[in-house]
């Protein structure tokens, strides 16, 4: 399982890269536009960090303009995946996209159904929006084994993201899954690192060591 960082914080993605525990980056203009700096700057360092799978959103909704932004983005680096939004006119820009070799992400999916037609329309990527389907009660992880059953049904080549995870539960349960990506906000990798029981053992190592050391 490939997980990805949610974020556009260049410190948190260089500090989770370097552990080890990531291969990719997904971003959205809004997490851009928390950084305060010019969106092509953003992305061009990003690019330079990580050199696993990169998603950048196109902002455009009708399917020229869409394939024209693509091409602009993608121009970023050669690791750059371009987020497409879950519409009709998404789904024929990524078509285009696809015979073009530029790699795209299908995003702000939501049912099993709209995870197969941008499977069938070329997506590289389908992005299942877990947490808000929770938020709305609904079963996001239903959803996510739904798209498992009919990727793996057709042999189908979009890789799912689990996204918009809100707990570890999240991963855990994507991974007993099976599902091909997890893409995990800073603090929530940060829960995943730590336990309560790990802490109170590092503590009692730390003064058993202190007494051999005295002798």
């Given at each position: 399982?490939e997980?990805?960082?949610?974020?556009?914080?260049?410190?948190?993605?260089?500090?989770?890269?370097?552990?080890?525990?990531?291969?990719?980056?997904?971003?959205?203009?809004?997490?851009?536009?928390?950084?305060?700096?010019?969106f092509e700057?953003v992305?061009?360092?990003?690019?330079?960090?990580?050199?696993g799978?990169?998603?950048?959103?196109?902002c455009?909704t009708?399917?020229?303009?869409l394939?024209?932004?693509?091409?602009k983005i993608?121009?970023?680096?050669?690791?750059?995946?371009?987020?497409?939004?879950?519409t009709?006119?998404?789904?024929?820009?990524?078509?285009?996209l696809?015979?073009?070799?530029?790699?795209?992400?299908?995003?702000?999916?939501?049912?099993?159904?709209?995870?197969?037609l941008a499977?069938?329309?070329?997506a590289?990527?389908?992005?299942?929006?877990?947490g808000?389907?929770?938020?709305?009660?609904?079963?996001?992880?239903?959803?996510?084994?739904e798209?498992?059953?009919?990727l793996?049904?057709?042999?189908?080549d979009?890789?799912?993201?689990v996204?918009?995870?809100?707990?570890p539960r999240?991963?855990?349960d994507?991974?007993?899954?099976?599902?091909?990506?997890?893409?995990?906000p800073?603090?929530?990798?940060?829960?995943?690192l730590?336990?309560?029981?790990t802490?109170?053992?590092?503590?009692?190592?730390?003064?058993?060591?202190?007494?051999?050391?005295?002798?």
């Open positions: 399982m997980f990805f960082i949610d974020t556009a914080d260049v410190a948190m993605i260089k500090k989770y890269y370097n552990i080890g525990v990531v291969d990719g980056v997904t971003t959205n203009p809004t997490l851009i536009a928390k950084s305060g700096r010019r700057d992305v061009k360092e990003i690019a330079e960090i990580v050199k799978p990169i998603s950048v959103e196109a455009s009708v399917c020229d303009d394939i024209t932004e693509a091409k993608a121009a970023y680096s050669e690791n750059i995946v371009v987020k497409i939004p879950m009709a006119e998404g789904l024929k820009a990524v078509k285009v696809d015979k073009l070799g530029i790699k795209t992400n299908v995003t702000l999916i939501f049912s099993a159904n709209q995870a197969l499977a069938k329309a070329g590289t990527y389908i992005s299942v929006f877990v808000r389907l929770d938020e709305r009660g609904q079963d996001g992880m239903e959803v996510i084994q798209v498992m059953d009919i793996d049904n057709y042999d189908l979009s890789k799912l993201i996204a918009s995870i809100r707990h999240h991963v855990t994507s991974a007993r899954i099976g599902a091909h990506v997890a893409t995990i800073p603090e929530i990798i940060e829960k995943m730590s336990h309560p029981l802490d109170d053992g590092l503590r009692i190592f730390a003064k058993d060591w202190e007494k051999v050391q005295k002798g």
